[in-house]
């Protein structure tokens, strides 16, 4: 055999060792998550809002994506008051100084009580300022979890209200002709921003910590003198609220009620059954998949009068789980139970107000349909996720979440 | 005495001999002067052939003296022709005669040898693979068609490549569990590869009993390997980039021993650059071969040892949208930038290494012998992306594309808005995808649907604005390598964010390696007599023993510190898990388990997990084959029997297995799930052992061939036959359960309960052939028949309905196969030779198909409306009836043009048309139910139909839906009305709002432009003698020399169906929204645009 052979021979077997050493190395975590100094360099092609500043910039009263507002959904204005959006679109520039918020995620879709919607916190002067993320990407918690902060390019992108609460979108033209009020409804509003720009839009800053996440501990009743009930159908009544959207609560002393809403009517809680519409004693009884967010109402301890919506979409994890103190029995035993509840706060506000949680009042349509339908909407309870809701009874004895058991509610 | 009688009987048999007419000759190379073994000689007039032995040498015996042409036929060489005019009565000799290397054929099998292995496998586990023979069969319609339909994935017959037979020295290669031929194991290994036997489907055979598909048996033995060496280089455009390899052969040596070795090197690092054939792939491949053979006078034995560790890259059938959107047939999202270099996500490992002992012994002139026995381990792995909790991380995934924003508005062809915007493509064919803009009518702005129709035919739901969508499709066009490439670097966030939340989480994603390896030992023993006169009985004896071995393992936790072993689907959809069985959050802990024995598990890199278990089937055929030959008719039958079995095995018992058998206990039916130790589920032990099912097949076959002359023949051939069917198809969720097809043997042990059904699929085929063979043109025109019954099936998708990953398995499949290949060479005086080939075929599914249709995940599938029963398996028939089956094109015609000169130039060029191919048609989307709202099994479709019934049908041989109605006063509109072209459900709204063409008629995938229906081929060479036996060989050939890149080789819709919707109405009644067909529209392969392949031989 000649040299040349060998030589060869060599070749092939040295080319074959090294077969499984051919993908390229891990990137280290440096090159991911940004530090203070590169997100300085990152950003020097324009400037970085705080979130409460970046709106009052770029968020006009009536938007300035529509002339005017019969574009948008038809109910984001009552004839009454012309001046009052409750949808509006704002779109940012694509070319320009670049626009950069950002945030710490402070939700969690794990438990399914979140869905393509993300609220990033960011602490200014000890306070914090909050905005809500509409984004088309599910599971978006893998990807984007509680605790990370992130920095956005918002060139592109809009700014917008949905039911008067703000957050980072796109715009979309929703032709649902066959949804409840279908014809108040068609319309363009702020819709979820496509992934694909999100995530281009999106660097990570510092690694997640959720220990650097900041909320408000409140007693309810405090909480609920807080938040103004009947605000002022004025663009200033509206400013005010809407600068309490989104802030992470935890809200002591309350008690599940066992109370759920009947277009704005309280009612009590009657079966255990989750398949059973609206009264059902847990979370978030079914829909028919129509996929509105339930309601059921946490009441001050020491005073009762106060109350405030729990919100659980019928997606949740926990959806079928009973309320605290509930069982098959019913709720008698709900008021025993008391203790803490965390989560987001925010409202749903419409002129039409027939949604779970409003206040609507066929008599007074005008009046009542301002009224704000205000809830916490935590992100899990304990055993599905994030755990938001701990609640004991006098004893001491901690809540355990129970699942609804069809064992004893078969339906015939 | 004895020595006297001896002398006596010597005598006269060499008297015998002297007085009869005989030939004999040898065959050399003419390059090397060594002898070239196999060659195939025939007498033209007399229609009598043989093979040359070890030495070259070849004999006949009892010949008619006449004027003869001697036809002289080697694999790699070109056919040569010798006049000679026999004497009577006497020996007659031939001088040695030379082939000449055939480079251009030598060249072609090896491409053909790499396309074959090089089968493109998609996320549902369709292939398109097709069947390889040599473009060096001496069969002209073999020989042209093998290579120049190849880029088009043509099939020959139609036929799937499970039914082609593969041998290699007579032991059978297929796996026992699809049926399937990995010529993988053979990467580049052309010489070793070189020598074969290639039969037409259901001739006469003699290493086996064949079948409804060609035969081929790969001959290895060291003798046939000319003595010397052979090194090549060779660059290509394709996969791989570079090739080298080198061949030795000792030759047979004074000693009888001849041995031979082969090693080739085919190679191509990741290239970064986008738009080319092979994007985002990488492929390494050492190939090793080699054979000793010990010759004796009467005995043979051959040792051949071979294999080829194998890394290569995948690219992967996408959407028309992401062809369009990226300009380029050649986009493969399969791969993303890690550290700035490129990294394929899917990666198949393999390596086949294999041992086969053969003995050949002749007992004497007439009886033969043939034993051979070989292990063949089958080391098949692929690599993907598994992910929890996470982002779908495929770049291509529909709601990741531009249309996902966009779609709806085409969903409804007749409608105003969709009607006057429709775009088609090349094809003639609706895209997929929308890029009608509609229009709001008081702004005059516009706006694009999400893909819902509503009841009275309006496109509903939110979409975003022009402008969002213009930036989306700007960022396609622009490649951009974060949104059209995997994000490996987001993935990797993903992963560290989630270690620094919870270090003890399961990663969120990380890229798995999914094993299905096959471990083999095979028999055969064959026995050959030629004792009688004109008679030559064969009969053989195969035995198999073989386990395929399935488990996952991980490749990379890319980032993350583990993954927990539960599967995602079951751990998502507990709620509903909890609601349907009153199962305690503990219970639910267990049900998502992949491994009960040991939960939570913690799986790091290398390690298995999800699932891990294997098949094991044993297989016994016996066979025999009598031929007859006389001077004008030859005439044979043969008849098989095939015994084989299988029994799933795991290690890891599945938290789902005990889910369902729990369920199933109430009604008896645990066992189903459980197999033979239904009472002992929840004792820890090593292996857990599912029942065992049996499975005997008897086949039949006979032919006449009827010789009108030496040069004319009509030859007719039949075959009956039954088929197990394939492992693969007789679990409907092996990787969960033991749950097989119901119409499968079944035995309960426990219970003693047997079950017996007709299981197999029965096919009966037949061909009639014309064939014609003078020195001047030759060829042959046949037609064939196949009708097949009761064929199995299983898919898998995502089920919008179910809300989960399914399994479909379908039974009772029909199909038919008929139609006309036709073949003919024509010498054009000295240099030039032109070749026609034409076929022409109809192959279609003759019966619907039933199916049953599970959750992998162990969710129910709907609920009985009546009982409130929750359902499991859903059972519905699927309208396949007249559909064709996607096989390739079914149309196809070929004109070559070879050249060959003497001074050793060969050249070829070959135009090809193609027609009649179409997209393979995904079931989920055909079955009655969503024509008629209710399932067969009297399930409602979206399970809401109430208690109203009606019988639908739905034939696809013409256009029209038909409808019948057997309905009950309470849902007086159900099924009677066709709204657009959709059956209407008890709300008076579409069930599925499928577009009329889309339901009715079967996609083309031809070119609509007749041009782009040719490809064009051609080849050059160059063979040069050197001194001292040396020579060197040049080749290059190029396909698809006009680089037509408009030819889709094939397609499939996806299975997915979007599901319906409600919404509550005012008055608080259900109104349905149904979604758009075109939500998860069909993926395609196109045919690669030019490419060459140049290779250089030196031989020494």
């Given amino acids: 055999m000649k040299t040349n052979n060998y030589w060869y021979i060599i070749l092939c077997i040295v080319a074959l060792a090294t077969m499984s050493s051919c993908e390229p190395s891990a990137p280290s975590q440096d090159s991911i998550f940004m530090t203070e100094a590169q997100v300085a360099e990152y950003t020097k092609d324009g400037q970085i809002y705080h979130l409460n500043d970046f709106l009052d910039t770029y968020m006009t009263e009536k938007g300035n994506y529509a002339s005017d507002s019969s574009q948008y959904r038809t109910r984001s204005v009552d004839s009454n008051y012309p001046d009052i959006y409750l949808f509006s679109i704002d779109t940012l520039p694509t070319n320009g100084p670049a626009i950069y918020i950002r945030g710490r995620i402070a939700t969690d879709d794990f438990a399914g009580n979140y869905y393509k919607s993300i609220v990033i916190q960011e602490i200014v002067n000890g306070d914090q300022q909050n905005l809500r993320l509409s984004v088309d990407l599910g599971s978006a918690g893998g990807m984007y979890p509680m605790g990370q902060e992130i920095l956005i390019r918002c060139n592109g992108l809009a700014i917008g209200r949905y039911a008067n609460q703000p957050q980072l979108c796109m715009p979309t033209y929703n032709n649902n002709l066959y949804a409840s009020h279908a014809d108040e409804k068609v319309g363009w509003a702020p819709g979820r921003i496509p992934s694909a720009m999100f995530r281009n839009a999106t660097r990570f800053v510092g690694k997640p910590d959720v220990n650097l996440l900041q909320y408000d501990l409140i007693d309810l009743k405090d909480l609920y003198d807080l938040i103004p009930q009947t605000p002022a159908i004025t663009v200033a009544g509206m400013d005010e609220v809407r600068k309490l959207d989104g802030r992470l609560v935890v809200i002591t002393d309350a008690y599940f009620s066992g109370e759920y809403s009947d277009y704005g009517d309280l009612k009590p809680c009657t079966t255990g059954n989750p398949e059973d519409d609206k009264n059902a004693n847990v979370f978030g009884p079914t829909t028919g998949n129509i996929g509105y967010p339930q309601g059921r109402f946490i009441r001050s301890v020491t005073d009762n009068t106060k109350v405030l919506t729990v919100s659980t979409s019928e997606y949740a994890k926990y959806a079928a789980y009973y309320l605290p103190g509930a069982d098959t029995t019913g709720v008698a035993h709900c008021k025993d139970w008391h203790g803490t509840v965390a989560g987001i706060l925010g409202w749903y506000m419409d002129n039409a107000g027939d949604f779970p949680g409003s206040s609507k009042d066929s008599k007074n349509e005008n009046i009542k349909s301002y009224k704000l339908n205000w809830a916490v909407t935590p992100r899990g309870i304990p055993g599905i996720g994030v755990a938001d809701i701990y609640m004991e009874n006098a004893d001491g004895e901690e809540w355990v979440p129970q699942e609804y058991d069809p064992k004893v509610y078969v339906t015939e | ?1100």
């Fill in chain 2, 1 to 1100: 005495m004895k020595h006297y009688l001896s002398l006596m009987f010597a005598l006269v048999m060499s008297l015998t001999a002297l007085a009869q007419t005989s030939l004999k000759g040898r065959v050399i190379d003419e390059a090397t002067q060594q002898p070239v073994v196999g060659a195939k000689v025939t007498l033209a007039n007399q229609n009598i052939s043989t093979t040359t032995n070890a030495s070259g040498e070849f004999s006949l015996l009892y010949l008619e003296a006449t004027d003869e042409d001697v036809i002289i036929e080697a694999d790699g060489y070109v056919a040569a022709i010798e006049l000679i005019s026999l004497k009577a009565d006497s020996p007659n000799e031939l001088d040695a005669i030379s082939l000449q290397q055939d480079i251009v054929a030598q060249t072609q099998d090896e491409i053909l040898l790499n396309l074959t292995e090089e089968e493109m496998t998609d996320d549902e586990g369709r292939s398109q693979s097709q069947a390889s023979s040599s473009s060096a069969s001496t069969d002209v319609f073999n020989s042209t068609t093998s290579f120049a339909w190849s880029t088009v994935r043509y099939r020959n017959r139609g036929y799937q490549s499970n039914v082609e037979n593969y041998y290699i020295e007579g032991l059978n290669f297929s796996t026992a569990e699809r049926g399937s031929f990995n010529f993988s194991a053979m990467g580049g290994l052309n010489d070793a590869s070189r020598y074969k036997e290639v039969l037409n489907p259901m001739e006469a055979t003699n290493f086996t009993f064949g079948g409804i598909g060609q035969s081929t048996n790969y001959l290895m033995g060291a003798s046939r390997y000319a003595q010397g060496w052979k090194v090549g280089v060779a660059g290509t455009n394709r996969n791989y980039k570079a090739r080298v390899n080198a061949t030795y052969a000792s030759g047979v040596l004074s000693n009888g021993w001849a041995f031979a070795a082969q090693l080739a090197f085919r190679f191509s690092p990741y290239i970064d650059q986008k738009n080319i054939i092979g994007e985002g792939i990488q492929y390494y491949s050492l190939g090793y071969f080699f054979t000793a053979e010990k010759v004796w006078e009467n005995k043979r034995l051959r040792l051949i040892t071979f294999g080829a560790p194998t890394l290569r890259g995948q690219n992967a059938a996408v959407t028309q949208e992401a062809y369009d959107l990226t300009g380029s047939i050649y986009y493969n999202p399969y791969w993303g930038y890690q550290n700035g270099k490129v990294r394929n996500s899917r990666n198949v490992q393999s390596y086949d290494p294999t041992i086969i002992a053969a003995f050949d012994y002749d007992i004497d002139e007439q009886q033969k012998i043939k034993v051979a026995a070989g292990y063949h381990f089958s080391f098949y792995s692929n690599s993907a992306i598994n992910f929890y909790n996470a982002p779908d991380p495929r770049p291509d995934y529909y709601r990741n594309m531009p249309s996902y924003y966009w779609d709806g508005q085409i969903a409804n062809p007749n409608s105003e808005k969709g009607g006057a915007n429709q775009l088609f493509d090349e094809n003639g064919n609706h895209y997929p995808w929308g890029l009608f803009i509609g229009e709001d009518a008081s702004t005059g702005q516009h706006y694009m649907g999400s893909g819902f129709v509503g009841h009275d035919g309006n496109l509903v739901g939110p979409s975003v604005d022009e402008t969002a969508y213009n930036h989306l499709v700007d960022i396609w066009q622009a490649r951009d390598n974060k949104t059209t490439q995997i994000d490996w670097e987001n993935l990797y966030a993903a992963n560290y964010a989630n270690n620094a939340n919870n270090p003890n989480a399961s990663a969120r994603y990380i890229l798995e390696r999914r094993h299905n390896d096959i471990h083999e030992a095979i028999a055969n023993f064959n026995y050959t007599n030629t004792k009688y006169d004109h008679l030559k009985m064969t009969a053989g004896l195969e035995g198999k023993v073989s386990q395929g071995v399935h488990y996952k393992t991980i490749d990379d936790l890319l980032g993350g510190n583990q993954w927990i072993d539960i599967d995602a689907f079951a751990d998502r959809d507990m709620k509903e898990l909890a609601s349907n069985t009153g199962y305690t959050q503990e219970d639910i802990r267990l049900v998502v388990q992949n491994d009960l024995y040991h939960p939570d598990k913690a799986i790091k890199t290398g390690q298995r997990f999800g699932y891990d278990y294997r098949i094991n089937m044993d297989k016994v055929k016996a066979w025999f084959q009598n031929e007859w030959s006389f001077n004008e008719v030859d005439v044979y039958y043969a008849l098989a029997v095939e015994y084989s079995n299988m029994q799933r095995v795991t290690s890891m018992f599945n938290g789902r297995q005990a889910y369902l058998a729990t369920l199933a206990y109430g009604r008896g039916t645990m066992w189903k799930y459980l197999g033979d130790n239904s009472q002992q589920y929840q004792t820890v032990r090593p292996f857990y052992y599912g029942n065992t099912h049996h499975f005997v097949e008897p086949a039949f076959k006979a032919g006449v061939i009827y010789k009108i002359n030496g040069r004319n023949r009509l030859k007719l051939n039949a075959l009956a036959e039954t088929r197990a069917p394939y492992a693969r198809d007789a679990y409907i969720s092996q990787r969960i359960h033991d749950r097989v097809l119901d119409e499968i043997y079944v035995h309960d042990k426990a219970t003693n309960l047997k079950e017996f059904y007709a299981a197999s699929e029965k096919v009966v085929s037949g061909d009639l052939t014309y064939e014609f063979n003078y020195p001047i043109v030759r060829g042959r025109v046949t037609g064939f028949f196949t009708q097949s019954w009761n064929g199995t099936e299983l898919n898998g998708y995502y089920d919008d309905e179910a809300r989960t990953f399914v399994n479909q398995a379908l039974s009772e499949i029909d199909k038919r196969y008929m139609g006309v290949e036709a073949a003919i060479a024509v010498k054009l005086g000295t240099y030039f030779t032109l070749t026609g080939v034409a076929s022409v075929g109809d192959y279609r599914y003759t019966s619907n198909a039933t199916s049953i249709t599970s959750a992998e995940n162990g969710m129910p599938m709907t609920q009985d409306l009546v009982t409130q029963e929750h359902v499991f398996e859903v059972r519905d028939k699927v309208l396949l009836k007249g559909l064709h089956i996607s096989t390739g094109p079914q149309a196809n015609a070929s004109l070559k043009l070879s050249f060959f000169h003497p001074k050793m130039w060969f050249a070829d060029v070959t135009v090809s048309y193609h027609d009649w191919n179409y997209l393979s048609v995904a079931p989920s989307r055909r079955m009655q139910g969503l024509y008629t709202g209710m399932r067969t099994d009297g399930h409602a479709v979206n399970g809401w139909f109430g208690d109203s019934y009606a019988n639908a049908i739905m034939t696809t041989d013409g256009r029209e839906l038909e409808v019948t109605v057997d309905n009950d006063a309470n849902s007086p509109t159900f099924g009677q009305a066709i709204y657009q072209n959709a059956v209407l459900d008890a709300n008076g709204v579409p069930v599925l709002k499928y577009p009329y063409n889309l339901m009715t008629q079967q996609e083309s995938l031809v070119a609509t432009n007749p041009l782009n229906r040719f490809i064009i081929d051609a080849s050059v060479g160059k063979l040069l003698y050197l001194p001292n036996r040396q020579s060197l060989s040049i080749n290059l050939s190029v396909s698809n020399l006009t680089n037509n890149t408009h030819f889709k080789t094939g397609g499939y819709q996806q299975a997915r169906l979007p599901r319906a919707v409600r919404q509550q109405q005012p008055d608080n009644q259900n109104s349905v929204i149904t979604a758009n067909a075109w939500k998860y529209p069909s993926k395609y392969y196109y045919a690669w645009g030019v490419n060459f392949f140049l290779s250089v031989t030196y031989k020494f």
